[in-house]
Structures are given as structure tokens and as C-alpha cells.
């Protein structure tokens, strides 16, 4: 087996600036609650160097550092953060699962685990896999540490000493620095010697059992192999056994999960209670364009989207947006927001933010060498949502023919792109006339000679009635009051040369023009 381990070392600060990316490089620190006497959780390196440290109160983190950043720790933004991890990871393996939380100095710390199992057939080496993870996790703004191993626990130690010392002691196959982190391969014969000198804290294990540990001199994982095993859980409690055990490859380990879930869900948590559009959509608009970069490392396009707000008082309202087709444009889905919100007033001003969507495939069109190209089926689906909001969903569609004798009548079923043609012999041409219905009907002035129209007054023929067939007589619905028709049809020249079919409706006794020969 082969595990990979993608580590983000400061979830915290990477959350939050992947949310801002306006703070990047500059000071800037979470802390662990309100007013200015919580403790700062996370610092950045930028404030690290102004003086700033971690579990110093705001209050004094501002007076060492006067142009310090403080924001408040937000759950949600630390787990979409996880979440979006966990994409990346699914981007670049089938397998992959997040790590359990950590405690202690790696309490911050997040962590998912790839199955690297075959990965040298697609990216030529397990590096190269470890370095297109590493470029994955970087465009969705997280940074990261990756390390390959042939084990979860020993590919997490790896991945926290990369986090730790940048440079190795150990004969590994590949050790390199990426933009935005570092990567690092173990040989499964290299593992031992790799994880000797490492010193006992990044086993992670409690305060007690270090405790105990120390004061029996044990600092390193080789002074803690060269212990006794029998009688060492008595002495030391059973945990130690547990990382006698991380020190191994387990060859029984469960196989990591397959995606099952396409469900994807961007939270945040606002500062200050938001109660007009305008700095709610620019909020939203953030949330969207992170959204969809999961969703593009999964090759996903974004689905009908649930939009709940988090109002004051402990409400919530939540609204359910509908898109006609998945969909990757983030102009679009910030104007299907606006729609949305301005569809119904906020009863209290929005303290929270949460969007939930599952990703569907986009749909793809299939080019013909010999026609040209049609629209994008993206850009179709985009359009027809726009008209249907505009016109109705009863008035969008594709006009079919429906089962009745009315002349008027007609369906609407939904539009599908049409597919490729089947090549069809060309026919001769017959001199047959086409019929051109005319929706609504044209009104008419008719004079009538023997019960046929002998001169007529409209919008589309005038003058004296050279030529007429007819009446062709067609009724219905008598069952109905409502819907009964009967109408009496004539194909009529008038005398300014045009062909038209026109009609003398009995129950409205009008006359009208309903079509015209072209």
C-alpha cells in the first residue's frame, strides 16, 4: 500500500485567508474569541516577525504590532477549508479520506490521506503525483505539505516534519519544494532510518505519555524502538503501544473510501450582520467563486444551489435556487443570487452565510466535421433559464403538435438541443406552396357575393377577390362553451396578388386571416 499525506499546518490561518486573499502577506493573526483579552490562536509569518506569538491577547498583539490584522476563528471557514481539501484530493486519486483531528501542539492542523497505490502510470513517478497534489491544493488557496509512505501514520509523520525542518537527513527517493509547499517520497526500505532521529513529539502522543517519556530519557523514536517491549505498557499505559505501532507499515489497513457524497457546501460566518444586497451579494459572490474551484477540481458543474442565511436573533432563511443547467459561470449564478434575494426581503439582517450544491457533470456536445457548431450546451441551458424567467416555464420550449382539430392549438415540451442529422437524399423540387401560420389571427373586412368573400380590407391583402376555394368547414368542442370553435376556411387571391387562407369564425363572427401562402 501507498499513502499519500497532504498536511496544511496552519488550518486556522489558512482558512481565513483563503476567504481573504487580500491579507496574504500581510500580519495577521486568529483569535480564539471576542474582545481584547482572547488569546491569538494563529499567527502568520509576516506577524511572527513583527514580534506577534501565539496565546499573547489581542490587546498586546496590537501594541507590538499597530498595523496587526486580528480576525475571530470561524468554524465554517475551517471546514469548508477541510472540505475543499479533500476535493483536491479526489482531483488527482478515486481513494481518498480526511485524517482524524489532532490534538496537542498539531491541534490545528488538517490533514487527508490519497490513495497513491499505480499513480506512476498516469504522473510518471509517485513525486510527480505528490507535486500535482501539491498544485491542486495550491489553486483552491491552500498551502500544503505532501509526503508518500507506505503507511497513513507514517506518511503523516512524514508530512509534519516536512512542516517542521526543511531539510532531511535521510536517503530518501525524492525530497523537492513546490510553490506553496514541500514534497516528500519514502521508499519503504528508507522508513526506518527516516523516522530514527525524528524526535517523539511529532507522534503526537498525550501529555501524560510524554510526560513519562521524557522522564525516562526517551526523545527520539530510535531511543523509543530500543525500549523493552515486555512490561512497557505496564510501566508506561497502553498508548504506548499505539506509537510503537505508527512506527510500522500496516499491511491490514482498511482501503481509503471512494467519492460517494457530490455534495458540496461553502459556509462563512460574518462579522458584522449584513442587512442590505449589496455587500450580501459581494459576500455570496465570494462564496460562489470558491465554490466553484471545488467543484472544477472535481470536473463538476455546479447543480441547483440551497442558499440559507443565518439571521439575527437566531432565525434562518433558507431559499432554494433552481438552475435549468449545471453550470460554471460565476457571472451567471451571482445574477440567479440577485434574483433570488431580491425575490423576498430579509425579515432581520444575515450574521451567516451557507450555500449547498451538488456538483453534476457539465454537458458536452458532440462537433459534426460537415455543419457548423451549435451553441455551447452550457450557454443554451444559461439562456433558457434567463428566458424562463423572464417569460414563465409554460412559455419556453419546443411548439408540437396537439392532439385536436382546433387550428390553433398547439404544446410546448422542453427545448433539446437537436442532435446530428441522419444524411437524407435531396428531393426534386415540386413547386409546392408553404403555408405561414400567422399567430394571433388578422382581423378582416369581407363583403360576400353567393356566400363566398368577393372583397376584402385587412392588414395583409386588399382589393377585389380574384380566385377563392372553399369553404372548408371545421368545428369542435361543442361540449364546452368555452372551448367550442367552428370556423369556415378559404384559400383567396386578393387582387394585389397575395395568397391567403382566411377564415369565418362562427362563434365570434368575425372574419380573420390565419394564414398566408408563401
Request: with cysteine; aromatic share 4%; proline share 7%.
Amino acid at each position: 500500500m501507498r499513502i499519500a499525506c497532504a498536511r496544511v499546518a496552519d488550518l486556522p490561518l489558512a482558512a481565513e485567508q483563503r476567504a481573504h486573499p487580500e491579507l496574504r502577506g500581510r500580519p495577521l493573526a486568529i483569535a480564539g474569541g471576542e474582545g481584547a483579552r482572547a488569546e491569538l490562536i494563529s499567527v502568520s509569518p509576516e506577524a511572527q516577525r513583527a514580534g506577534v506569538r501565539v496565546g499573547t491577547s489581542v490587546a498586546h498583539a496590537r501594541s507590538v504590532c499597530a498595523v496587526l490584522a486580528v480576525r475571530i476563528v470561524s468554524p465554517s471557514l475551517a471546514q469548508t477549508a477541510r472540505d475543499a481539501l479533500l476535493d483536491a484530493a479526489f482531483a488527482c486519486a478515486p481513494r481518498a479520506a480526511p485524517a482524524p483531528c489532532s490534538g496537542g501542539v498539531f491541534a490545528s492542523e488538517a490533514a487527508v490521506y490519497v490513495d497513491a497505490e499505480g499513480t506512476g502510470a498516469l504522473f510518471r513517478s509517485e513525486a510527480g503525483f505528490a507535486t500535482a497534489l501539491v498544485e491542486r491544493i495550491r489553486r483552491l488557496g491552500l498551502p500544503v505539505d505532501v509526503a508518500v509512505a507506505s503507511s497513513r501514520h507514517v506518511a503523516s509523520i512524514a508530512a509534519r516534519r516536512l512542516g517542521v525542518i526543511d531539510t532531511f537527513p535521510c536517503r530518501d527517493e525524492a525530497v523537492g519544494a513546490a510553490e506553496a509547499g514541500r514534497v516528500l517520497v519514502l521508499l519503504p526500505e528508507q522508513e526506518r532510518d527516516f523516522l530514527a532521529p525524528l524526535p517523539i513529539d511529532l507522534l503526537d502522543p498525550d501529555d501524560a505519555l510524554a510526560e513519562a517519556l521524557t522522564r525516562f530519557g526517551v526523545h527520539t523514536v530510535r531511543d523509543l524502538l530500543a525500549l523493552p517491549r515486555r512490561g512497557l505498557a505496564t510501566r508506561l499505559g497502553v498508548g504506548v503501544l499505539e506509537l510503537l505501532q505508527r512506527m510500522h507499515a500496516d499491511r491490514d489497513e482498511t482501503p481509503l473510501p471512494e467519492l460517494r457524497d457530490a455534495r458540496l457546501v461553502e459556509a462563512i460566518d460574518l462579522e458584522a450582520p449584513v442587512d442590505r444586497l449589496e455587500p450580501l451579494l459581494f459576500v455570496l459572490q465570494g462564496l460562489l467563486s470558491r465554490l466553484l474551484e471545488r467543484l472544477e477540481a472535481r470536473h463538476l458543474g455546479c447543480g441547483d444551489i440551497a442558499l440559507a442565511l443565518d439571521l439575527e436573533g437566531g432565525a434562518r432563511d433558507v431559499r432554494h435556487i433552481g438552475l435549468a443547467a449545471p453550470s460554471a459561470d460565476l457571472r451567471v449564478l451571482v445574477r440567479i443570487a440577485r434574483h433570488a434575494l431580491e425575490s423576498r426581503r430579509l425579515e432581520a439582517p444575515a450574521a451567516g452565510v451557507r450555500i449547498e450544491t451538488r456538483g453534476r457533470p457539465l454537458r458536452r456536445d458532440q462537433l459534426d466535421l460537415f455543419r457548423p457548431a451549435g451553441p455551447a450546451p452550457g450557454v443554451l441551458g444559461e439562456a433558457l433559464a434567463a428566458l424562463q424567467s423572464l417569460c414563465g416555464d409554460a412559455r419556453v420550449g419546443t411548439p408540437i403538435a396537439a392532439d385536436s382539430h382546433h387550428p390553433d392549438v398547439f404544446e410546448v415540451t422542453p427545448f433539446a438541443s437537436p442532435g446530428i442529422p441522419e444524411p437524407a437524399e435531396a428531393a426534386p423540387f415540386t413547386g409546392a406552396l408553404v403555408l405561414r401560420a400567422l399567430r394571433p389571427p388578422v382581423p378582416a373586412q369581407v363583403r360576400r357575393y353567393r356566400q363566398c368573400p368577393a372583397w376584402i380590407r385587412s392588414a395583409v391583402a386588399n382589393g377585389r377577390v380574384v380566385r377563392c376555394a372553399g369553404p372548408w368547414r371545421t368545428t369542435g368542442g361543442w361540449w364546452s362553451k368555452e372551448g367550442r370553435f367552428a370556423f369556415d376556411h378559404f384559400d383567396v387571391q386578393s387582387e394585389d396578388g397575395v395568397v391567403i387562407r382566411l377564415r369565418y369564425d362562427h362563434v365570434g363572427r368575425v372574419w380573420q386571416i390565419d394564414a398566408v401562402y408563401d
